[in-house]
């Protein structure tokens, strides 16, 4: 609808031209103000107030841009409008922190000699394991199997030899020691095994076995040259060993055969002229004196299955010695220089015949805390 200004006028309202400069032809005219000069048009059901003066330049904003305006203020401003913390409060805070740096600082403090004494702890660990390592590959190993089948062969050949050259004893009255050194190892009631025909075999291979426990056994009887001096020298620090505490012995002994295993590699290694002549001399020495005891239980011919006996004896210990594992042997019923007494007629009696075979550690030098029986001995049970 178009508007009328002469109706405005002739309606109570009068129209204000107002005149504005423009930038070329000097002035415009604005739009027209609408004033309102006469209210008796107004009606008592309308009270609300007429504004004096419409313009469509300063008519106020609608609800929704109020609303799009009030949402345009930034997180940042609204932060910086919001109340800052108390001052003490931050003191505290600070003074917290303060105190678990300190504390952590200690605690710090109080685990760096903890850490040292277990890196030291671990490179002496590591050390000890690369020996053992190192040992592993360099010295002989044997499995408990090995051990025990060669034992077990040994027992055989002996028993076997006894059985073929001693089974017809002579009277008791017949068998008379002559002066072998050897003597020692024959018992006190040899005469009771002469008694009966079966007995006296045993008579034998228990002898024999005491001649290979004390005379070859850990005697370095295959080292040449070398055999007096190592023999000395071991049963010197094999003394001085027995008699430490059990708890630093374990030690020492594994160290002490650790010792015999690489000696008995460097001998084996750069063996000279005279090895071969000594080692036979000494099985030859062994030989004679075992001779001298057994000669007048039989007139066989034996000496030569006898020197195979004190060779694989002999071989077996060389074999032991290469190791770092300990190998030794019990008699139970008997130590060294032992007298048995005579038997009473119609008594039983636990004889022993073969020791038993003791091992302590690993061929690798682990475990010498243990010591446990590989083999056991041979007792056999007589009624005289």
Known sequence: MMFNPLGALSNGFNIVWTHIAGPSSGKHLRPPKIEIKNQAHSTNRDKRPIPSVLDPCDAPASPEVIKSNASDTSPADASREEPSLPVSSLIDQLNDERKL?????????????????????????????????????????????????????????????????????????????????????????????????????????????????????????????????????????????????????????????????????????????NDEPLNLGAKENIVNEIQLVLSSLSKAAYDGELHNILGDAIEMDRVISSQVAKVSWRLPNEEEHEKIPEALPGQEQSVVICPDMLKRGKSNGEDFELEFVLLPGTQLLYRW
């Open 101 to 273: 740096r300190a504390e952590a600082e200690t605690q710090l403090l109080q685990l760096k000699p903890k850490l040292r004494a277990f890196q030291l702890k671990w490179k002496r660990t590591a050390r000890e394991l690369d020996e053992l390592q190192s040992q592993a590959l360099e010295f002989n190993q044997l499995t408990d199997e090995e051990l025990k089948d060669m034992t077990t062969q040994l027992r055989y050949n002996i028993r076997n030899f006894a059985l073929q050259y001693f089974s017809d004893p002579p009277s008791p009255d017949r068998f008379t020691p002559k002066g072998s050194k050897y003597d020692r190892y024959v018992p006190s009631n040899y005469k009771s095994y002469l008694e009966q025909p079966y007995h006296c075999p045993q008579l034998v291979e228990k002898f024999l076995w005491r001649v290979l426990v004390y005379d070859v056994f850990d005697r370095f009887l295959w080292a040449g040259d070398s055999a007096l001096a190592l023999d000395h020298l071991w049963c010197l620090l094999d003394s001085t060993t027995g008699v430490q505490s059990q708890t630093t012995r374990p030690e020492a002994l594994r160290k002490l055969h650790t010792w015999r295993a690489r000696t008995a590699k460097l001998v084996l290694e750069h063996p000279s002229e």
